[in-house]
């Protein structure tokens, strides 16, 4: 692996990261809640399309 695409893998983890701590944050507390977790859900579907599309 070259360093340029050693960089773009730490750049991708670094950002995956990133994802799965606003995942994280937006899930808390939210399952006792059936309303919020509909609603969280909805953003984590669109993190995932995020994800899939930048990443």
Do not use: W
């Amino acid at each position: 692996m070259n360093f340029e695409a050693y960089i773009a893998t730490c750049e991708r983890n670094i950002e995956a990261l990133k994802v799965l701590k606003q995942l994280e944050d937006e899930l808390f507390g939210c399952s006792h809640v059936p309303q919020l977790f509909y609603k969280n859900l909805e953003k984590v579907k669109c993190l995932i399309e995020e994800i899939k599309n930048g990443i």
